[in-house]
């Protein structure tokens, strides 16, 4: 193996293991969104932050040392936001009910 193709495998393992968190977090605002019961578990929303600004801090890590693309990282960010913005949704709707 050369030096390019072990940059670009550790560039891969960096990229999947970021990925792997995010889904993690996926499945917790997933979990969420199914209950729906964020109103009733502050905790809950406060482990989500706490996993979120890890994810960043990870990624933000990941960029300095040049392993991830800027553009995948923020990519990865936006669609955990995305869902974090539909369960905020979710739950506004049901105290509307």
């Known amino acids: 193996m050369d030096v390019t193709s072990d940059a670009i495998n550790y560039r891969e393992k960096a990229y999947a293991l970021l990925q792997a ?14 209950n729906l019961t964020m109103p009733q578990c502050p905790l809950y929303e406060e482990v989500l932050d706490t996993q979120m ?21 923020k990519s990865l960010l936006d669609r955990l936001e995305r869902e974090l913005s539909a369960l905020h949704e979710a739950v506004t709707k049901k105290r509307v009910r």
């Open 21 to 34: 968190d995010a889904d993690k977090i996926v499945k917790l605002i997933r979990v969420q969104m199914d």
């Open 53 to 73: 600004f890890g994810l960043s801090r990870e990624i933000d890590f990941a960029v300095r040392l040049g392993l991830v693309d800027e553009k995948k990282g």
